[in-house]
């Protein structure tokens, strides 16, 4: 489908929130090693299609995943895992909010300035509204920068995780849907 030829070397990694990033290093790793020359790491999210609370099944895990606490720990929620890292960093909620809020306002300067209108490749999508009424549009933007963003409304909002939580829809990742790929090279082949 990309057009790359047959001889062409492929391969997926299933990491879940870091695959692209663990493409990168393959690619890097083998560079280095002398493997390979050039390579493209890639990642794709599509939150959109997909429920995470469903993600796993109880009832279809064996038994003995639940008897092992190391297994038994991979099942929890990366929502879970940012409240457990907080308490460990004795993390504050409003130094997240705050956080949370400066990096709103960068992302918003640098869409603004036009800092990355060349990295972005526009995507024509086609989606099906409430009514069941197609759209299709353009995509070619970062879609989840929140113009207007403050520490104080950041703070007004709920924890996402458990009532004593710090975790919130405004100072985490979104549910987004999107891709990026990296192309990298051994330096002595990119000056050709």
Not at 62 to 90: H, P, W
Not at 171 to 177: F, G, P, V
């Amino acid at each position: 489908m990309a057009g790359f030829p047959v001889e062409t070397t492929v391969a997926a990694v299933n990491r879940q929130c870091s695959s692209g990033i663990e493409a990168c290093s393959i690619v890097a790793s083998k560079i280095k090693s002398g493997v390979i020359d050039v390579g493209i790491g890639a990642g794709v999210e599509c939150m959109s299609l997909f429920d995470m609370n469903a993600m796993v099944d109880a009832e279809l895990i064996s038994d003995e995943l639940f008897e092992n606490e190391v297994a038994r720990n991979c099942l929890q929620s990366m929502g879970m895992t940012s409240e457990n890292i907080a308490k460990m960093y004795d993390l504050k909620r409003k130094d997240m909010d705050e956080f949370a809020a400066e990096s709103q306002r960068r992302a918003l300067h640098a869409r603004e300035s036009g800092w990355f209108d060349d990295e972005i490749i526009p995507v024509k999508a086609t989606y099906t509204d409430k009514q069941g009424k197609k759209h299709t549009v353009i995509v070619n933007k970062d879609g989840g920068i929140r113009p207007g963003t403050t520490a104080a409304k950041l703070s007004k909002l709920r924890p996402s995780f458990g009532k004593d939580g710090i975790s919130t829809a405004g100072n985490s990742s979104q549910t987004t849907d999107g891709a990026a790929c990296v192309l990298l090279a051994r330096r002595s082949v990119a000056e050709q």
